[in-house]
């Protein structure tokens, strides 16, 4: 067989592969559809697009679809947020999406983060709170109130906050477009882990005494 026809023959393969691959994929998610619902046997394994795969619907009980929130402590931010996800609520296997609870004490912060597989939906329960995202083009601000009943929709992967503004705590629900939203928070990004000061200092132009007070707070070294 000539080097053109082998090149051919193993781009059909790979072809053949990937369709059986989707194929499978898909059945998957319809079989997961058809049932009660696919709890995951475990969630140690490899994550597919359908979620993990399912435990048999006979070992299926009613604590596999219920979750109930802890009070959680406020930390350095001065906010508690009890995350129910994947890990704490098996039933939302497969469904891409999951939620949390927050309470932001009087001054509390949900500071600078984002979720890069995630769009995020607040839903305000209680008080008032500032909110807002930075834009990924030309890195616009928009920035809003919102009070007892306001919905607003923080787009994946956009750096966004929400500060409370009123008197009291005020207490909210997120909704992310995930089972299992990644994180990161700027300030523990910089001052929670061993990132050289000098480094940070130079690539911030913050005051290296400022960068030292951070990092303590933050219990960060380096």
Do not use: W
Not at 30 to 47: K, M, S, T, V
Request: charge should be negative; aromatic fraction near 8%.
């Amino acid at each position: 067989m000539s080097g053109l026809f082998r090149l051919l023959a193993k781009r059909i393969e790979t072809k053949n592969n990937n369709i059986g691959n989707f194929e499978e994929e898909t059945s998957r998610y319809a079989i997961a559809r058809a049932e009660l619902a696919c709890i995951p046997r475990d969630l140690e394994g490899a994550e597919t697009i359908a979620g993990y795969p399912c435990k048999p619907p006979t070992t299926i009980t009613v604590d596999d679809f219920v979750y109930k929130f802890t009070e959680a402590t406020p930390n350095n931010f001065n906010i508690s947020i009890t995350p129910t996800f994947v890990d704490q609520l098996p039933a939302l296997n497969g469904l891409g999406f999951s939620i949390a609870k927050a309470e932001l004490e009087e001054g509390g912060v949900v500071p600078l983060h984002s979720h890069p597989d995630a769009t995020e939906v607040v839903i305000v329960g209680q008080g008032n709170v500032t909110a807002g995202f930075i834009s990924s083009t030309d890195n616009n601000v928009f920035v809003t109130s919102l009070s007892e009943g306001n919905i607003m929709v923080l787009p994946r992967g956009l750096l966004h906050f929400i500060i409370n503004i009123g008197i009291g705590k005020a207490k909210g629900t997120f909704i992310f477009t995930s089972v299992r939203p990644g994180s990161q928070i700027i300030d523990l990004a910089l001052f929670g882990n061993d990132f050289d000061s000098t480094l940070i200092s130079k690539t911030t132009f913050l005051d290296p005494e400022q960068i030292k007070k951070l990092k303590g707070i933050f219990k960060g070294s380096g």
